[in-house]
Nanobody, 125 residues
Framework: QLQLVESGGGLVQPGGSLRLSCTGS????????IGWFRQAPGKEREGVSW????????NYADSVKGRFTISRDNAKSTVYLQMNELKPDDTAIYHC??????????????????WGQGTQVTVSS
């Protein structure tokens, strides 16, 4: 059974940067597409970024395009989300999720079977 653990969240000032990590165990991560999703208080869950199993396909929500970069190191069973130029609107709990799909990067949360517990990102001065 694949298990995911996020890390790297924290408090950062507007304009700052954070790098989130999603580390998998229990199964070979390169069999899975990984998505990052976030949920702020009182708001619906929002897809942020997605990457296919071998990293050849990446996608970004319009709200983060040009500021966030997703990447993966399957040798380390880890997917990263580099977040630059952070804004207060980026404040949320960030979850990574895995979908068994080596050749694509599904966009919908319902397509992801495995979820991490999440890491809090707070952007505030």
């Amino acid at each position: 059974q694949l298990q995911l653990v996020e890390s790297g969240g924290g408090l950062v000032q507007p304009g700052g940067s954070l790098r989130l990590s999603c580390t998998g165990s229990g199964s070979t991560l390169d069999y899975y597409a990984i998505g990052w999703f976030r949920q702020a208080p009182g708001k619906e869950r929002e897809g942020v970024s997605w990457i296919s199993g071998r990293g050849g396909i990446t996608n970004y929500a319009d709200s983060v395009k040009g500021r966030f970069t997703i990447s993966r190191d399957n040798a380390k069973s880890t997917v990263y989300l580099q977040m630059n130029e952070l804004k207060p609107d980026d404040t949320a709990i960030y979850h990574c999720a895995a979908a068994y799909s080596r050749g694509s990067a599904p966009l919908l949360p319902s397509q992801y079977a495995y979820w991490g517990q999440g890491t809090q990102v707070t952007v505030s001065s």
